[in-house]
Antibody, heavy 118, light 107 residues
Framework: EVQLLESGGGLEQPGGSLRLSCAAS????????MNWVRQVPGKGLEWVSS???????QYANSVKGRFTISRDNSKNTLFLQMNSLRDEDTAVYYC????????????WGQGTLVTVSS | EMVMTQSPATLSVSPGERATLSCRAS??????LAWYQQRPGQAPRLLIY???TRATGVPDRFSGSGSGTEFTLTISSLQSEDFAVYYC?????????FGGGTKVEIK
């Protein structure tokens, strides 16, 4: 059974940093691209970042230069380093696995809430 | 950036009735279109990918159609567990983008 478990969320001040983690199990982690998607409470979904199996990355314009996605295949873990946090980064952050070889998301974690506020 | 527009924003339907949800892309996305269901307090769940292929375990009352810029998700006979918010997402190019969602509520 595929499981994705996010952690690392919490309250941070504007300009601060947080590092999110996503522990994966139930599939061969190194064989799949992984992603972060966020959702402001009560609002819609926003793709944040993706990392391929070769560790190449993609970012939404809203986070480019501030967020860094990475992976540790030896620990089956996905990361999101978030720097220079802004109020508008407040959201639930979901880790998601791609389906097959295309960029839709077939499994999602339960999410971790990041709140940016002074 | 591809803009995905979903309509209507809210759809009021009685249990057992048919629901038709629309998703429009600002440019062609070929068949690179997925649909997700999100129940309150839960993570999104994949329903449809490649515009019409049902994900594993998705009941056959859910069907997807369309290509290019116009897509439809049809729920043939609404069950109580289907009242939720539905999102479309394209994956034809970067950045990946989602529609704003359609809330299916009980009439």
């Amino acid at each position: 059974e595929v499981q994705l478990l996010e952690s690392g969320g919490g309250l941070e001040q504007p300009g601060g940093s947080l590092r999110l983690s996503c522990a994966a199990s139930g599939f061969t982690f190194s064989n799949y691209a992984m992603n972060w998607v966020r959702q402001v409470p009560g609002k819609g979904l926003e793709w944040v970042s993706s990392i391929r199996t070769d560790a190449s990355t993609q970012y939404a314009n809203s986070v480019k230069g501030r967020f860094t996605i990475s992976r540790d295949n030896s620990k089956n873990t996905l990361f999101l380093q978030m720097n220079s946090l802004r109020d508008e980064d407040t959201a639930v952050y979901y880790c998601a696995k791609i389906g097959g070889s295309d960029w839709y998301f077939d499994f999602w974690g339960q999410g971790t809430l990041v709140t940016v506020s002074s | 950036e591809m803009v995905m527009t979903q309509s209507p924003a809210t759809l009021s339907v009685s249990p057992g009735e048919r629901a038709t949800l629309s998703c429009r892309a600002s440019q062609s996305v070929s068949n690179k279109l997925a649909w997700y269901q999100q129940r309150p307090g839960q993570a999104p769940r994949l329903l449809i990918y490649d515009a019409f292929t049902r994900a594993t375990g998705v009941p056959d009352r859910f069907s997807g159609s369309g290509s290019g810029t116009e897509f439809t998700l049809t729920i043939s006979s609404l069950q109580s567990e289907d009242f939720a918010v539905y999102y479309c997402q394209h994956y034809n190019n970067w950045p990946l983008t989602f529609g704003g969602g359609t809330k299916v509520e009980i009439k």
